[in-house]
């Protein structure tokens, strides 16, 4: 088993935040214009970098067991000119990977990003000068964000001009700083998206993570003959897959530049702002769904692969037994909470966690035809869980690697509000974060080949149905959207969805690498020596 030095690599890459009670985020971006000052920065801020250093769990928390979590976290990342803007040899930036150098407006051809998507129509940040860091805060309340910003705010006032904090985010607020946070509802925090789908449910498992041994359920690599419902059915991922410096599933080194305790506990980090459009989704939903089986819920269930709800359709065909999962997880919650006699709190723990564990302990290897889960859902084709592998009769004969060696750790929260009035042209999306080792065989990967395409699907130049880049021209009806996506009927005729539109633009984003504690220190110090 792998071991990483959890308080040598930023503490992102091993905690998705809003699990521990992070509502609530700030990203800002900077532009080095003097490398002294931004190393003196840099060293000035390194104590307050939040590491993966082991938490306690929420239960402890809530039970006084355990010290109290940070209020407040901070994170950086360079963009491959913020690394020669901090003073990093030519010699170990040319050693970096292509795709990194080149960013993600040199790559937008590759991602689909056209028509309103294209780097042209980007926030106003993404425009000017080109962005040196990106800075994260994420926050367990208001109070807190206000403070972390505002001593962050100070720091680079310090510089006097050395170290820029770059405007130009759009939305409600201050320009400075792109927000983020958790939606609510009734003043409660809720784990959806703007479409109304519950988000963050699962999150790749790999060795040394730093996460208990029975999240490899469900998100760990399936494992042939296995059963999907308990570990026998999962093995942690590789640590190379997320992390540099380690092994990955092929057994192999991804890419490092010189010295190697640059790259080493490193990773790269896809920033990338996507806009909602609402508005489109919900009248798309409410005009097909009438005729739908099921109704708008059932077809957008059939587009993202869940129920609004998070219950999958690999579980749950239809709306009543969704409902009925969700309610029994909900009575689970609560009857824990409640307990006070220790075997009971026990029992009822184990039971919560095996119901909790249904919400992504499956894999399609007994539906590769899509009659329960289509094949072209959104969370099929971002994580096909084997069913591209698996051999069987029918199956997509391609090798066992190909999706173990495309997963992706996803960070990032909701932007904006939308309330039942609003329109697509109101500020509301998400902040998508991926973390992978290789951006071109995982990030790119995923975001070409399988939602902007579906020929490993056997679907041909189909696309996904949430995310994808549909045709902005129907061949037939020129002005009209050109998306289309088929859901099979099982015994019935397949049902057919015309005239998709983009109901997700890009608005900005770049490549990024995050350092290790002790790169960030080396950077400070000025002394990265490939030689």
């Known amino acids: 088993m792998t071991v990483i030095d959890l308080h040598d690599v930023q503490g992102n890459l091993v905690k998705p935040y809003g699990r521990y009670g992070y509502p609530l985020a700030r990203y800002g971006f900077l532009r080095i214009r003097s490398g002294d000052a931004a190393r003196h920065w840099l060293q000035a801020v390194l104590p307050h970098v939040t590491t993966g250093a082991p938490w306690p769990d929420r239960r402890a928390q809530q039970y006084g067991a355990a010290p109290p ?75 807190a964000l206000q403070r972390q910003t505002a001593w962050l705010q100070d720091s680079l006032e310090a510089t006097d001009g050395g170290v820029e904090l770059l405007t130009g985010h759009r939305g409600p607020g201050d320009d400075c ?18 479409f109304g789908f519950v988000d963050g449910i699962s999150d790749p498992y790999f060795e040394g993570c ?4 029975e999240h490899v359920i469900g998100e760990g690599k399936p494992q042939r003959g296995g059963n999907p419902r308990d570990a026998s059915g999962w093995a942690p991922l590789a640590t190379g897959e997320f992390v540099l410096g380690y092994p990955d599933e092929a057994d192999e080194y991804p890419l490092s530049a010189l010295p190697q305790i640059l790259t ?37 269930a059939s587009m993202a692969g869940r129920w609004p709800n998070g219950a999958p359709l690999s579980e749950c065909p239809d709306q009543a037994s969704a409902d009925a999962f969700m309610a029994e997880l909900e009575r689970l919650r609560e009857a ?24 992504k302990a499956f894999n399609y290897a ?94 041909g130049n189909e696309r996904d149905p949430l995310v994808g880049n549909q045709p902005l021209d129907d061949a037939e009806v020129p002005g009209q959207p050109g998306g289309h996506y088929k859901i099979p009927g099982g015994a019935q005729p397949p049902w057919f969805c015309a005239r998709l539109p983009r109901f997700v633009e890009t608005r900005g984003g770049d490549y990024f690498f995050l350092p290790s504690l002790s790169a960030l220190h080396m950077l400070a110090a000025g002394n990265v020596d490939p030689t």
């Open 336 to 359: 824990r909470r409640l307990a006070t006699e220790p075997a009971e709190k026990a029992r009822l723990d184990k039971a919560y966690a095996c119901q909790q564990q249904r919400l």
């Open 366 to 459: 007994d539906d590769l035809a899509g009659g329960r889960c289509p094949v072209g859902a959104h969370i099929r084709r971002t994580n096909p869980r084997g069913a591209l592998e698996y051999g069987q009769e029918g199956a997509f004969r391609t090798p066992a690697a190909l999706t173990d060696r495309r997963r992706l750790l996803r960070r990032g929260l909701p932007y904006g509000s939308s309330p039942p009035e609003t329109t697509d042209a109101d500020e509301h999306g998400i902040i998508l974060m991926v973390l992978n080792a290789s951006i071109k065989r995982q990030f790119e990967f995923v975001q070409q080949k399988w939602i902007n395409y579906g020929n490993d699907f056997r679907l």
């Open 69 to 143: 979590l940070p209020e407040a976290t901070l994170n950086l990342a360079f963009s491959a000119a913020g690394l020669k803007a901090i003073g990093v040899p030519e010699k170990s930036l040319d050693a970096l990977p292509e795709e990194f150098r080149l960013g993600m407006r040199g790559r937008c051809d590759l991602l689909g990003d056209d028509g309103p998507s294209a780097p042209e129509h980007w926030d106003p940040i993404w425009q000017g000068p080109a962005v040196h860091v990106w800075v994260s805060i994420n926050a367990r309340s208001e109070a």
């Open 210 to 213: 730093g996460q208990p041994p």
């Open 264 to 300: 080493r506990n490193g990773t790269f980090l896809v920033y990338r702002k996507l806009h909602q459009n609402v508005a489109s989704w919900r009248r798309y939903m409410s005009e097909m769904g009438r005729n739908f089986p099921g109704g708008a819920d059932a077809l957008a």
């Open 177 to 194: 700083w792109q927000e983020a946070g958790a939606l609510t509802e009734q003043g409660r925090v809720v784990p959806r998206e703007h």
